[in-house]
């Protein structure tokens, strides 16, 4: 029944790691994103996809690396783990398409990732 | 670039009361959608509320209300009745509706809002 989903929903891991975390989408959505949310709660974009193509990437480190291998998914790889990237990570998706535009995002119950 | 401003980071109400979440946003853009979220304890980021730009009746849901004023930039959140439930972190997000596909959202730093009994 999820609309969004993402796991892990915790994630402890030691500096240096590489680690992935996965999103889905049940709604038939065509856009999905990637937010951070940091200490003090600030939320801001990492990534779109639309249909599977790269629409926004907000001066995010290389070291994150987004990939959507349908439209239903959405999963963040993250590399050499620092201490700076412990966060909520958030999944959302919309419908985008010129046809039918819904504007509401709809979020997944966020990623708390601690780096050690 | 747009930016939102939640000028309130903290408010509180005591259950049964009105109280009123201040948002004012920054954009050249005329036609846009305005949001506020709700994020619990759980963490789960809960849309309250939305208000398309080209529409100049304010949108309501229930006992939440918005004061939408857009030559003044301002998109106030009115929660009436306060309800224990209510208390959470409040988002405010705005969103392009013009051509093109990046449709991210701009969110506030948001205003934490205590219900007390």
Known sequence: ?116 | AQTVTQSQPEMSVQEAETVTLSCTYDTSESDYYLFWYKQPPSRQMILVIRQEAYKQQNATENRFSVNFQKAAKSFSLKISDSQLGDAAMYFCAYRRNSGGSNYKLTFGKGTLLTVNP
């Open chain 1, 1 to 116: 029944d999820t609309a969004v989903s993402q796991t892990p929903k915790y994630l402890v891991t030691q500096m240096g790691n590489d680690k992935s975390i996965k999103c889905e989408q049940n709604l038939g959505h065509d856009t999905m994103y990637w937010y951070k949310q940091d200490s003090k709660k600030f939320l801001k974009i990492m990534f779109s996809y639309n249909n599977k193509e790269l629409i926004i990437n907000e001066t995010v480190p290389n070291r994150f690396s987004p990939k959507s291998p349908d439209k239903a998914h959405l999963n963040l790889h993250i590399n050499s783990l620092e201490l700076g990237d412990s966060a909520v990570y958030f999944c959302a998706s919309s419908q985008d398409s010129e046809a039918v535009l819904q504007e509401t995002q709809y979020f997944g119950p966020g990623t708390r990732l601690l780096v050690l």
